[in-house]
């Protein structure tokens, strides 16, 4: 392998341990803990491994009791190192042959083999080229509880797994539900040998090994080599020691492995995530949530109130000065509601009517057909997680929607140019009747004294002070008419501003408490498996 290929393999490896390791931390809280703390642990592995020695490749040597396995690591090995090393009728711990020591010993540490046998050279093995471990390891089926714990622990080491089965439990369910099948994306890094091929008539050695390959092929494995092999007569031990010796010069292995296990666990991932991208936030799923909850926040009550309080104002300040001041006892709808005070928004809320049975249904509905909306096309827990996130901003809306009012700008306080305008024409034809009445007044006194009266001016026949009252109480009266017409249509007008602003405030608390907190966790799922497909990709 080329020092260009390694980095380049190096290189995807780390992207693909990035995007596994990013795919675990986007699906907690979402995913179950036992699956992301198992990636956890293939990534900690991962690390591990790579940052020991490269140049030696770990092949273990896996089988049921009686398979023969032992005998086989000694005949691959060259040399009686598993009886040297425990004169037992089964492996108790794990075993090692080494060819090219330097380096290995941290390995070693890391894999927990404390036998250690530094193997001579022999045929396809040498120390000047091949850095290789061979590992003769417990039976899988032992009856020892620390025996199946190490096979298990070293299932998921190894760079390479040799497994050793024998003619007569060549189908044991075990070895194939146990440790194959869940094993079926290491084709790549793994070996499977029919031992013990002596025992079987020379005519019935290749059904057995097309039965084995069939069984293999169902546990998705068809790809695997598949060696015959017998310790005691040393047939096939040559091809087997040569497909290892191949798969230690490569300097593939390590790399296959890790692969595997990270194709692996993003098939764990997948398996307990499911497929599927989530529909999304759409706009019109956003308005018609806003427009829900304006209604049930009150958003038309109180744009009601603008107008009424804007027509009321309009009374009082352009109405004739006679009858104004009935007014004065008529309340403001916007002060009843607590809607003029100058407090800050957090300080302050409103006396709106609080939410009841219907409204709460409402406001709960909406926002559930906006989840529901939102996480259409999502696998369950990613649905579910959506679902929640709605929920949590749900339960906030009420107090978060008053607030938002309450410091909505309503134009409230703010006065009309014609108001003055109005005013002083109004107070100006109110001077005039005071005028003409105090002139008529003088008039009729003089007279009632039996004194002079001076001639009074005319208009077409008019005395000017009775014009003088008639034309005041005709324009105080016009004025407060037509004021009442003007305030009419520019409470509508305020009335629309308003509506406008409640409507924008009571749709960023949506935003804020509702929608924001649901496209986080869309945006989540499609992060997630925008990063399990860059783990899993080959």
Not at 253 to 262: E, T, V
Not at 431 to 436: E, I, S
Request: aromatic share 6%; charged share 20%.
């Amino acid at each position: 392998m080329s020092r260009h290929s390694d980095a380049r393999e190096s290189t995807r490896l780390d992207g693909r341990l990035q995007a596994l390791n990013d795919a675990r931390e986007l699906g907690e809280g979402v995913l179950p803990d036992e699956t992301l703390q198992e990636v956890l642990r293939v990534l900690e592995r991962a690390s591990s491994r790579r940052s020991l020695s490269g140049d030696h490749t770990v092949v273990g040597f896996f089988g049921a009791t009686g398979s023969g396995k032992s005998s086989l690591f000694n005949a691959v090995s060259g040399a009686e190192i598993a009886t040297a090393a425990a004169r037992r009728p089964t492996t108790s711990e794990p075993l090692a042959g080494v060819w090219g020591a330097e380096g290995s010993e941290p390995l070693l540490d890391w894999l927990e083999v404390h036998n250690r046998h530094h193997a001579a050279a022999v045929d396809g093995f040498a120390d000047e080229e091949t850095g290789l471990i061979l590992l003769d390891l417990p039976d899988f089926d032992s009856t020892r509880q620390a025996n199946r714990e190490t096979v298990q622990r070293m299932v998921g080491l190894v760079d390479v797994l040799v497994w050793v089965l024998d003619p007569q439990k060549y189908a044991d369910a075990a070895v194939h539900h146990g440790f194959l099948a869940p094993l079926a994306s290491h084709g790549a890094v793994t070996l499977v040998v029919l031992n013990q091929v002596d025992r079987l008539p020379e005519r019935d050695v290749q059904p057995v090994l097309d039965s084995l390959r069939g069984i293999l092929a169902r546990d998705g494995l068809a790809e695997v080599r598949v060696l015959a092999s017998s310790a005691t007569t040393g047939a096939g031990v040559a091809a087997l020691r040569a497909a290892i010796r191949s798969v230690a010069m490569q300097r593939k292995a390590q790399s296959q492995r890790l692969a595997a296990d990270i194709a692996k666990a993003a098939q764990e991932l997948l398996a307990v995530s499911g497929e599927g991208e989530a529909a999304g936030v759409r706009p019109a799923s956003k308005k018609r949530l806003a427009d829900e909850l304006a209604v049930a926040a009150n958003v038309p009550v109180v744009v009601r109130a603008v107008g009424q309080s804007y027509r009321l104002e309009s009374v009082r300040r352009t109405g004739w000065p006679v009858t104004r001041w009935l007014s004065r006892f008529r309340p403001d709808p916007l002060r009843r509601l607590n809607l003029r005070s100058s407090a800050p928004a957090e300080l302050n809320r409103t006396s709106l009517p609080p939410a009841g049975a219907p409204e709460r249904a409402r406001t709960d509905a909406t926002v559930r057909e906006f989840a529901d909306a939102a996480s259409a096309g999502a696998p369950g827990p990613w649905r579910a997680a959506i679902r929640g996130a709605a929920r949590e901003g749900r339960e906030r809306l009420p107090d978060a929607l008053d607030q938002g009012i309450a410091g909505t700008d309503l134009g409230a306080n703010r006065t009309s140019w014609w108001w003055g305008v109005f005013n002083v024409v109004q107070w100006l034809a109110l001077l005039t009747v005071v005028v003409g009445l105090g002139w008529l007044g003088v008039l009729a006194a003089l007279g009632y004294f039996q004194m002079p009266v001076p001639e009074v001016p005319r208009v077409e026949g008019w005395p000017v002070p009775t014009l003088m009252i008639a034309l005041g109480v005709v324009l105080g009266i016009f004025l407060a008419i037509t004021g009442r017409f003007i305030a009419a249509a520019a409470a509508r007008a305020r009335a629309g501003k308003a509506r406008k602003r409640l409507n924008a405030a009571v749709a960023s608390v949506a935003q804020e408490f509702v929608v924001e907190p649901v496209d986080v966790e869309v945006s989540r799922l499609g992060a997630f498996n925008a990063a399990l497909k860059k783990a899993g990709s080959g």
